[in-house]
């Protein structure tokens, strides 16, 4: 038997390799971008697995197959597709009771949701040498943290940081590094170190892979179902948990969130978990300007999509405001223009 791709222009096995994931408890993940699977005699889908960017997912084998060692096989079909396609660093969602296949291969697990999931990487020494870089950067005193995708910084980020920095001795300020926007990581992170430059015991990190990731969190980047985002944002919190052990820190700050249902989502994953940790979760209400308008990177990227900069250009700190009106703007301006959504679910 091999494996072999399954495209999902092929609705009919794709919905065999549905059913097969439901006949062991796993809901088929929407966000895919390869799948594979081995057959039967028959042509009937006996062991599956798929994968997204740098995370392979959605695996299964059908109980009447179990101990053939079909599931080492798809694992390894996928490890080589994806290395194919230059993701070396991956990351796997599986269920506790699937782990060991993995740590078998060379996988260690970083994180679990405890009765959900299990997360796993192929570096030993990954998300132990990201903790160790963190701690490093330790301050005395009471530490706190922020992690935003400022996609821009805007005013009411700017509120929410010099609020941590007034009321702590030091404010580690996690910035997505991900590139899923029009507004590139290297912009959004010059734009908030600019922003921040004039608040000493603030230090910016990058999240890397390991906070609000497509291998974390794809459900931040890419609509999903409500059980599926609070799943994800509870591993995303336990990854949190670590860092924030590694640098001490005591407290979370986060905006209130009334238009995202993502964000929503995952600031209520936040304060029901993070307690239990020691760490308070604080929510601030979101900023809003003397006439009532609620400061909003989304409103700021629709207004840059609509030609309209001026109109919100209160709710910019004026390094934000100045990129915006360069010509080194020009092609990121183009990217918001292009696209058809620039507001975050």
């Known amino acids: 038997m091999s494996v072999s791709q399954v495209y999902k222009s092929d ?76 993701f070396f660093h991956l990351f796997v969602y599986t269920k506790p009771g699937s782990a060991r296949f993995f740590k078998d291969l060379g996988f260690s697990e970083i994180a679990e949701v405890p009765g959900f999931l299990v997360f796993l990487e192929n570096r030993r020494d990954g998300f132990s040498g990201y903790l160790k870089k963190l701690e490093s950067k330790k301050r005395p005193g009471q530490a706190a943290a922020i992690v935003m995708n400022a996609n821009p910084f805007t005013l009411g980020h700017r509120y929410l940081v010099e609020t941590a920095a007034k009321e702590n001795d030091a404010v580690h300020l996690f910035l997505l590094s991900e590139d899923a926007g029009p507004i590139p990581a290297r912009v959004r992170h010059r734009l908030v170190r600019e922003g921040v430059a004039d608040l000493p015991n603030v230090v910016c990190h990058e999240t890397g892979e390991y906070l609000i990731s497509s291998a974390t969190f794809p459900g931040y980047f890419l609509k999903s179902e409500e059980k599926i985002l609070r799943t994800q944002a509870r591993l995303d919190t336990a990854l949190f948990v670590r860092i924030a052990q590694a640098l001490d820190v005591t407290v979370r700050y986060v905006g209130s969130e009334p238009r995202s249902v993502v ?39 629709q207004a840059i999509h609509d030609d309209r900069l001026d109109d919100v250009a209160d709710m910019l700190p004026e390094t934000t405001l100045a990129f915006f009106r360069s010509p080194e703007a020009a092609p990121v301006v183009a990217a918001i223009r292009r696209e058809q959504d620039v507001i975050h679910y």
């Open 11 to 86: 609705k009919r096995t794709m919905a065999k390799i549905r059913a097969l994931l439901e006949r062991v408890d796993i809901t088929l993940d929407e966000h895919l971008d390869y799948s594979c699977a081995i057959f039967d005699e028959e042509g009937e889908p006996i062991a599956t697995g798929s994968a997204f960017g740098s995370t392979l997912r959605c695996f299964a084998v059908d109980p009447a197959h179990q101990g053939e060692g079909l599931l080492n096989e798809v694992i390894t079909h996928l490890m080589e597709d994806r290395m194919a396609r230059g």
């Open 263 to 301: 964000t929503g989502i995952y600031n209520e994953v936040l304060l029901e978990s993070l307690p239990a940790h020691g760490i308070q979760c604080r929510i601030l209400p979101r900023k809003e300007l003397p006439d009532g308008r609620i400061i909003s990177a989304s409103s700021v990227r």
